[in-house]
């Protein structure tokens, strides 16, 4: 299990993600916040893909604001929002169903295959 791990950065407002591939992702911080997959934000999905939101958190400025972030597990990031807001996991796999979702804009400032 030696997956290679993509290169994060933040840059400005958005997260910039570097496959190993050669791909490069760009997430603002708003729409990962909004994508939030935990629990608390989102609930379960059901077998449709709807989230039953009961509560959804209300956001601040804050809530957009990325204090830092970390690996977990070696598969998944973790984010730590100036809100104090922290418990969302984000798989490598779910930032590339957020992409595919087009929460992303992919600029290719590198070379295209
Ligand atoms: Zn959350």
Same mark, same amino acid.
């Given at each position: 299990?030696? +997956? #290679?791990?993509?290169?994060? /950065?933040?840059? &400005?407002?958005?997260? /910039?993600?570097?496959?190993?591939? &050669?791909?490069?992702?760009?997430?603002?911080?708003? @729409?990962?916040?909004? /994508? *939030?997959? *935990?629990?608390? $934000? *989102? &609930?379960?999905?059901?077998?449709?893909?709807?989230?039953?939101?009961?509560?959804?958190?209300?956001?601040? #400025?804050?809530?957009?604001?990325?204090?830092?972030?970390?690996?977990? &597990?070696?598969?998944?990031?973790?984010?730590?929002?100036?809100?104090?807001?922290?418990?969302?996991?984000?798989?490598?796999?779910?930032?590339? +169903?957020?992409?595919?979702?087009? $929460? @992303? +804009?992919?600029?290719?400032?590198?070379?295209?295959?």
């Amino acid at each position: 299990m030696n +997956t #290679p791990l993509p290169h994060v /950065a933040v840059v &400005g407002g958005e997260l /910039a993600i570097a496959w190993s591939n &050669g791909e490069e992702y760009y997430f603002s911080l708003a @729409s990962l916040r909004e /994508a *939030c997959p *935990c629990a608390l $934000c *989102c &609930g379960e999905p059901d077998v449709m893909g709807h989230r039953s939101s009961l509560e959804r958190e209300r956001f601040s #400025p804050e809530s957009f604001l990325l204090k830092k972030y970390q690996w977990v &597990g070696g598969y998944a990031l973790q984010f730590f929002w100036s809100d104090g807001h922290n418990s969302g996991i984000y798989s490598l796999e779910y930032l590339r +169903t957020l992409h595919q979702r087009g $929460c @992303s +804009t992919q600029i290719s400032r590198s070379h295209k295959a």
